[in-house]
């Protein structure tokens, strides 16, 4: 797809994407949680900077010239993920850093355990 990622990203921190068009005239839209979001119409041509910054899975629709393309999927999972050992919880922050026992489980919001 021109101008977008059409590979699927995960992470924990915001995403700015470009879009740079070879046309005027375009129109874009935010697809969060398979939600519909409002158009957005450039006249100008410009490139357009897409923040995305909740937690949530996310795709950009672009149309051009009345053709209609998707990017891949951007996911964003900002929770921490949950370590368990031997009955006790402990919620590890970003680059904390941790030292595994055995016993140890772990799941996050994302990709479950």
Same mark, same amino acid.
Do not use: C, H, M, R
């Given at each position: 797809m021109e101008g977008l990622s059409i590979n699927n990203i995960i992470t924990? +921190?915001?995403?700015?994407?470009?879009y740079t068009p070879s046309v005027i005239n375009y129109s874009y839209v935010i697809i969060k949680?398979?939600?519909?979001?409002?158009?957005v119409v450039v006249n100008d041509?410009?490139?357009?900077?897409?923040k995305l910054t909740d937690e949530?899975?996310?795709?950009?629709e672009v149309t051009t010239n009345g053709n209609v393309s998707t990017?891949?999927?951007?996911?964003?999972?900002?929770?921490?993920?949950?370590?368990?050992? +031997?009955?006790?919880?402990?919620?590890?922050?970003?680059? +904390?850093?941790f030292n595994?026992?055995?016993k140890v489980t772990a799941s996050d919001s994302n990709d479950g355990d």
């Open positions: 924990n +921190e915001d995403i700015t994407i470009t949680n398979n939600v519909y979001g409002n158009p041509g410009s490139i357009s900077e897409i949530g899975s996310y795709k950009i990017s891949g999927e951007y996911v964003i999972d900002k929770t921490a993920p949950v370590l368990t050992l +031997e009955g006790k919880k402990y919620i590890i922050s970003n680059k +904390e850093k595994f026992f055995d």
